[in-house]
C-alpha cells in the first residue's frame, strides 16, 4: 500500500459528459502529480500541485482542469468526454517539489471507459 | 523538454534468465533516472533509482547502469523469478516532472 488514495476505482460514462476523480496524497506529502496511461502512450504527465499551487503542466487537454485544496487532496476534473479520453488516471505524491528529491507514490488508479 | 525512449517492448525470458531494458534521454541536464514496476491492477512502484553522479547501482537481483556520454540507462535483472512479470517504466528528470518512457512488458516463463 503505497499511502495514495484514488477514487472511484473504476468508471463508466458517456461521451459528452463530465466526471471528477479525487485523489488523497500520503501523509505530509506535499506535490500531487496527475498521470495518463493508455495502451500505447505509457504514463503520460498531465499536471503537478505543490502545497496547492499550479507546479508543472504537460500535455492537459484545456476540457482537463485539476486543483489541490488546502488539505491537500486534488481533483482532476474531464469535461466534454471523448471516447479517446478511455485511459487508467493515476494520482502521485511525493515530499517536495521536485520529484529529485525523493520517489515518486503512486496510487491504484482510476479507470475511465467512456462510452 | 525531456524525452525518454524505452526498448524493447515486449520481453519474455525462461526463468533463471537475465533481462536487460535500455532507455535514452535527450536532455543531458536530466540527474535522475528511476526505475518503476507496474504489477498488474497496481501503480507504478519506485524499485531502483541512480543519479547522474554514480555509473552503477545494485539492489540484489536488480542493477542499474548509466551512460552519461552515451545519455542512455539501463535496468538488469538476474536470475528472474515469475514474480518479476510486470510492466518497468524508465523515468528521467531534471527536476519535475518526471518523464516515463513507453514501458516494457517483461513475461518470465517458468
Known amino acids: 500500500d503505497s499511502g495514495v488514495t484514488q477514487t472511484p476505482k473504476h468508471l463508466i460514462t458517456a461521451t459528452g459528459q463530465r466526471v471528477t476523480l479525487r485523489c488523497s496524497p500520503r501523509?505530509?506529502?506535499?506535490?500531487v502529480y496527475w498521470y495518463q496511461q493508455s495502451l500505447d502512450q505509457g504514463l503520460q504527465f498531465l499536471i503537478q500541485y505543490y502545497n496547492g499551487e499550479e507546479r508543472a503542466k504537460g500535455n492537459i487537454l484545456e476540457r482537463f482542469s485539476a486543483q489541490q485544496f488546502p488539505d491537500l487532496h486534488s481533483e482532476l476534473n474531464l469535461s466534454s468526454l471523448e471516447l479517446g479520453d478511455s485511459a487508467l488516471y493515476f494520482c502521485a505524491s511525493s515530499v517536495g517539489a521536485g520529484v529529485g528529491t525523493g520517489e515518486l507514490f503512486f496510487g491504484e488508479g482510476s479507470r475511465l471507459t467512456v462510452l | 523538454g525531456e524525452n525518454v525512449e524505452q526498448h524493447p517492448s515486449t520481453l519474455s525470458v525462461q526463468e533463471g534468465d537475465s533481462a536487460v531494458i535500455k532507455c535514452t534521454y535527450s536532455d543531458s541536464a536530466s540527474n535522475y533516472f528511476p526505475w518503476y514496476k507496474q504489477e498488474l491492477g497496481k501503480g507504478p512502484q519506485l524499485i531502483i533509482d541512480?543519479?547522474?553522479?554514480?555509473g552503477e547501482k545494485k539492489d540484489q537481483r536488480i542493477a542499474v547502469t548509466l551512460n552519461k556520454t552515451a545519455k542512455h540507462f539501463s535496468l538488469h535483472i538476474t536470475e528472474t523469478q515469475p514474480e518479476d512479470s510486470a510492466v518497468y517504466f524508465c523515468?528521467?528528470?531534471?527536476?519535475?516532472?518526471?518523464?516515463f518512457g513507453k514501458g516494457t512488458r517483461l513475461s518470465v516463463i517458468a
Open positions: 523515468a528521467a528528470i531534471i527536476n519535475t516532472p518526471l518523464v
Open positions: 541512480i543519479r547522474s553522479n554514480v
Open positions: 501523509s505530509g506529502d506535499l506535490s
